[in-house]
């Protein structure tokens, strides 16, 4: 069965202390990896799309990464407004996108 | 300003009743989703539409029903047959279903 899975469930942070999230995917037939963000009681914010191992995209202080069999989402030196939970979503041969449970994440000052 | 908007953002009803979401994008999206969101799981995809007046069942169709009359609005009705309604409702929409989502701000029902 195709799923998602995220790690870790929550992650508290110092502000500037760099750290990375964790998307594991099932390996056969992605068509594409997608991560947004969510503040609390809002809709899902879209970051970024990966379609192949080795690709990277980068926004502000968040890089996203692909590997065959996962993807992590890095955060640089974050400061207390990047504090949210982080999902990740996998489209496989299908329309449909399969979400993780999400990180949960906490910069403090 | 393009973007997707639902309404309302908090509602109540009594079990036993019918209740409509409303869904509305101006982005020009052939693809509309719904998702509904419960603590400590993934979004679950309800219903899905990838063409006007053509939709097809997500993972947990039952007890819900949807209508796509025109491409910018994809309303969600949760009928008295869904077991636990309670829950973070969201609306999506993508360009077609091979690119990215954008989400609405969400509706929060409630049911008593």
């Known amino acids: 069965e195709d799923q998602v899975t995220q790690s870790p469930e929550a992650l508290r942070l110092q502000e500037g202390e760099s750290s990375s999230l964790n998307c594991s995917y099932t390996?056969?037939?992605?068509?594409?990896l997608f991560w947004y963000r969510q503040d609390p009681g809002k809709g899902p914010e879209f970051l970024f799309t990966?379609?192949?191992a080795g690709e990277e995209k980068e926004k502000e202080r968040l890089k996203a990464t692909l590997t065959k069999k996962e993807s992590f989402l890095h955060i640089t030196a974050p400061k207390p407004e990047d504090s949210a939970t982080y999902l990740c979503?996998?489209?496989?041969?299908?329309?449909?996108?399969?979400f993780g449970t999400g990180t949960r994440l906490q910069v403090f000052p | 300003d393009g973007g997707i908007t639902q309404s309302p953002k908090y509602l109540f009803r009594k079990e036993g009743q019918n209740v409509t979401l409303s869904c509305e994008q101006n982005?020009?999206?052939?693809?509309m989703y719904w998702y509904r969101q419960d603590p400590g799981q993934g979004l679950r995809l309800i219903y899905y539409?990838?063409?006007?007046?053509?939709?097809q069942k997500g993972d947990i169709a039952e007890g819900y029903s949807v209508s796509r009359e025109k491409k910018e609005s994809f309303p969600l009705t949760v009928t008295s047959a869904q077991k636990n309604p309670t829950a973070f409702y969201l609306c999506?929409?993508?360009?077609?279903?091979?690119?990215?989502?954008?989400f609405g701000p969400g509706t929060r029902l409630t049911v008593t």
């Open positions: 979503a996998a489209q496989y041969n299908t329309d449909k996108l399969i």
């Open positions: 982005l020009n999206h052939d693809a």
């Open positions: 990966l379609y192949s």
């Open positions: 539409s990838q063409i006007v007046n053509d939709f």
């Open positions: 390996v056969s037939g992605l068509r594409g």
């Open positions: 999506a929409s993508s360009r077609d279903s091979n690119y990215e989502q954008y």
